[in-house]
């Protein structure tokens, strides 16, 4: 068994999923515990499922934007796409799966199928494109989703499933409920959300993304992102790789933007905008394009410190700014790098040291 360890422990890829892995239990734990013992403020209560989703969001965003190498600022679109798919399926099951958890489940993922649908289509276009043109035409497409989502009218009632685009063509028996109001969005949603569930999908998530990085497809994958040319030469399907990738990342936005819209009791389509996916990709940028680990740690840190700022009014979002600012001159500085180059050396031969010293000892 140790010698099964210390091969899996060699490994530096192994070794670091592993410790991505035991950074999110630990970090669930330590909040399951605080939240038991009442610690927490509501405040704090009230971040800890948006941050499981802006998680899983940076991760799927990661292996597109990190892993794939290309530009994408529609995944806010993805997410409204999971977001409104996912309360409309949960109102649609109320009576007919009565547990809150199953109907979460499910609802998840049929918000990460429409989203993973929507990316093929999407990314049948859009994929011959690179650079900032697939920028401007994957922003373009989230800007129509948004706006597609805002003028939608779903209800239910005694009859059935209505949906239009405008007001006046749904017309609801006494009784009904309009699901989705078009601009309003949708309101009186059953909060179906939670904390595990939240960290069930961060879980679900790093298994998807960090398997693919590390499988056959994932080397195609960076191959493809570090020369295009070199990777059609040896027989890679360029656009095929670049498709799973997009795809495989709208299905993880969509299943995270379930958790966020199930989180809310009223969700308008204009959250979901051009400013929620700079949001996300900052999250990615600041964390280390392709870094998991840092895009997990930088949407936990960005999420929570505008939000713990809020008393502060005006000045909240110039020390935001210059938060980020900072951050990203710490990140790519040279001098700060080479710091943490020799800080990681000198723990790897304390360790080194001590295990020469152990095995002296026996």
């Not at 020390?319 to 080479?338: D, E, F, G, H, R």
Request: charged share 15%; aromatic share 8%; net charge positive.
């Amino acid at each position: 068994m140790k010698k099964i360890w210390n091969k899996l422990w060699n490994n530096k890829n192994t070794r670091t999923n592993l410790i991505t892995y035991l950074v999110v239990i630990v970090a669930y734990a330590i909040m399951q515990t605080l939240y038991s013992m009442g610690i927490l403020s509501s405040a704090m209560k009230g971040y800890m499922v948006p941050v499981c989703a802006y998680i899983s969001l940076a991760v799927s965003l990661n292996l597109l934007v990190g892993i794939c190498g290309e530009l994408s600022l529609g995944h806010a679109g993805f997410m409204g796409i999971g977001a409104f798919t996912g309360i409309v399926v949960a109102a649609l099951l109320e009576t007919s799966i009565p547990n809150e958890i199953l109907r979460l489940t499910v609802a998840m993922f049929a918000g990460g199928t429409m989203a993973g649908v929507f990316g093929f289509f999407i990314g049948i276009p859009a994929l011959r494109l690179r650079g900032d043109y697939l920028a401007i035409v994957t922003l373009a497409f989230g800007e129509i989703l948004k706006n597609i989502f805002g003028n939608l009218y779903i209800g239910l009632d005694a009859e059935g499933f209505h949906m239009a685009a405008s007001a006046g063509k749904v017309q609801l028996l006494e009784g009904g409920k309009m699901i989705l109001d078009g601009p309003v969005g949708a309101t009186g949603i059953n909060r179906l959300s939670t904390f595990p569930m939240g960290f069930v999908l961060i879980l679900f998530t790093l298994f998807v993304v960090l398997n693919l990085i590390n499988s056959k497809e994932g080397r195609a994958i960076k191959a493809v992102r570090d020369n295009r040319i070199a990777a059609e030469s040896v027989g890679i399907n360029v656009t095929a790789f670049r498709m799973k990738a997009f795809v495989v990342s709208a299905f993880l936005a969509g299943m995270a933007g379930v958790l966020f819209g199930l989180n809310m009791s009223s969700v308008a389509a204009s959250k979901f905008n051009f400013n929620t996916s700079i949001n996300i990709l900052v999250f990615v940028v600041l964390g280390g394009m392709g870094n998991i680990l840092g895009s997990i740690i930088s949407a936990t840190v960005l999420y929570i410190l505008p939000e713990a700022m809020r008393g502060l009014d005006d000045l909240r979002m110039i020390l935001y700014a210059v938060v980020l600012i900072i951050v990203m001159l710490c990140t790519w500085s040279p001098s700060v790098k080479n710091v943490m180059q020799r800080i990681s050396a000198a723990i790897r031969d304390k360790v080194s040291r001590n295990k020469k010293e152990a095995g002296t000892n026996e």
